[in-house]
């Protein structure tokens, strides 16, 4: 098992942050706070921000930051990509500062995704407090969720996160989409946190960056909150309510600002790094997620 602890936020590209507050405030129940660039900071829990906002050309998801307890980690992780031959860039001051570590590194995978690497959380501790009276996320050590990322080529994808990277394979999907379409492999990642995924590799392209990101809350009773909060401002939906097989989450699907799907859940299954063995789904849920709504 490898030193990557947790998906510690993700960042995505917006020409209009004021579309995440409102997204991010009155549908999610997080607190959204403007930043004078022209981008955002969605706060879920303790730490000042889960999910960046920047400004730019694109409304995307861009980079996925992961998180080691210690310098100890992330040294260690530092060491795997540089044997691996990953090309890799220091970050600045003012990166971190911005994504609040001690120290922060960029570099891609063999897709091309966008990552960040840090350790060291510098930044506020004040109590989440949600405008409109949501209760709170599944947070801390699990991390902001986990992420969907497009990964072709497949293979060597895998292998990256695996052998490089450090996750264990929690599950493998080899979905069919219908009679006689080509298999689609989506394979499910664990970190250290023990969360059943932090990250799964999707065997398609994805414009805007990521399949989807999931957030978890703390009752089905949040869940329905927001499925009717969705509803009532009108955004897209791209799944139903339903159960998934592999983790067990309880969830629906709506698009985001970013033109990527967000997974609104709770209840999903953690697994343990160190005994787990993998599984294999079936089917993508045991009832519900009727996915043809995003195509309506």
Same mark, same amino acid.
């Given at each position: 098992?490898?030193?990557?602890?947790?998906?510690?936020?993700?960042?995505?590209?917006?020409?209009?942050?004021?579309?995440?507050?409102?997204?991010?405030?009155?549908?999610?129940?997080?607190?959204?706070?403007?930043?004078?660039?022209?981008?955002?900071?969605?706060?879920?829990?303790?730490?000042?921000?889960?999910?960046?906002?920047?400004?730019?050309?694109?409304?995307?998801?861009?980079?996925?930051?992961?998180?080691?307890?210690?310098?100890?980690?992330?040294? %260690?992780?530092?060491?795997?990509?540089?044997?691996?031959?990953?090309?890799?860039?220091?970050?600045?001051?003012? /990166?971190?500062?911005?994504?609040?570590?001690?120290?922060?590194?960029?570099?891609?995978?063999?897709?091309?995704?966008?990552?960040? /690497?840090?350790?060291?959380?510098?930044?506020?501790?004040?109590? @989440?407090? %949600?405008?409109?009276?949501?209760?709170?996320?599944?947070?801390?050590?699990?991390?902001?969720?986990?992420?969907?990322?497009?990964?072709?080529?497949?293979?060597?994808?895998?292998?990256?996160?695996?052998?490089?990277? $450090?996750?264990?394979? %929690?599950?493998?999907?080899?979905?069919?989409?219908?009679?006689?379409?080509?298999?689609? !492999?989506?394979?499910?990642?664990?970190?250290?946190?023990?969360?059943?995924?932090?990250?799964? /590799?999707?065997?398609?392209?994805?414009?805007?960056?990521?399949?989807?990101?999931?957030?978890?809350?703390?009752?089905?009773?949040?869940?329905?909150?927001?499925?009717? !909060?969705?509803?009532?401002?009108?955004?897209?939906?791209?799944?139903?309510?339903?159960?998934?097989?592999?983790? !067990?989450?309880?969830?629906?699907?709506?698009?985001?600002?970013?033109? @990527?799907?967000?997974?609104?859940?709770?209840?999903?299954?953690?697994?343990?790094?160190?005994?787990?063995?993998?599984?294999?789904?079936?089917?993508?849920?045991?009832? $519900?997620?009727?996915?043809?709504? $995003?195509?309506?």
């Amino acid at each position: 098992m490898g030193d990557i602890q947790r998906l510690a936020y993700t960042v995505a590209q917006t020409t209009d942050a004021a579309k995440w507050k409102h997204f991010g405030e009155q549908v999610l129940g997080m607190a959204v706070t403007l930043t004078p660039d022209g981008g955002a900071r969605i706060k879920m829990d303790r730490r000042d921000f889960r999910i960046a906002i920047e400004q730019g050309a694109e409304d995307r998801y861009l980079v996925s930051g992961w998180e080691t307890a210690d310098h100890i980690g992330f040294e %260690s992780t530092l060491a795997a990509l540089r044997k691996a031959g990953v090309e890799i860039t220091e970050g600045s001051d003012e /990166l971190r500062a911005a994504r609040c570590m001690d120290r922060v590194v960029r570099f891609r995978d063999p897709a091309g995704n966008a990552h960040e /690497l840090g350790y060291g959380y510098t930044g506020g501790q004040q109590n @989440f407090v %949600s405008p409109i009276g949501h209760t709170g996320f599944k947070t801390g050590i699990y991390g902001v969720g986990h992420t969907v990322l497009p990964a072709i080529p497949f293979d060597a994808t895998l292998a990256f996160y695996k052998d490089v990277l $450090g996750f264990g394979l %929690s599950d493998v999907f080899n979905f069919q989409p219908g009679p006689g379409a080509p298999v689609m !492999r989506i394979y499910f990642l664990h970190a250290a946190c023990g969360r059943h995924h932090s990250v799964a /590799l999707a065997e398609m392209p994805m414009p805007s960056g990521c399949v989807h990101m999931m957030v978890e809350v703390n009752s089905m009773t949040e869940v329905g909150l927001a499925q009717d !909060r969705a509803t009532k401002h009108g955004v897209k939906f791209m799944a139903t309510l339903g159960e998934h097989e592999n983790d !067990r989450m309880t969830s629906f699907y709506i698009m985001t600002p970013g033109n @990527f799907a967000l997974e609104y859940g709770f209840g999903g299954i953690s697994v343990d790094p160190k005994t787990w063995t993998t599984t294999e789904t079936k089917q993508v849920s045991i009832w $519900g997620h009727d996915f043809s709504v $995003g195509y309506r």
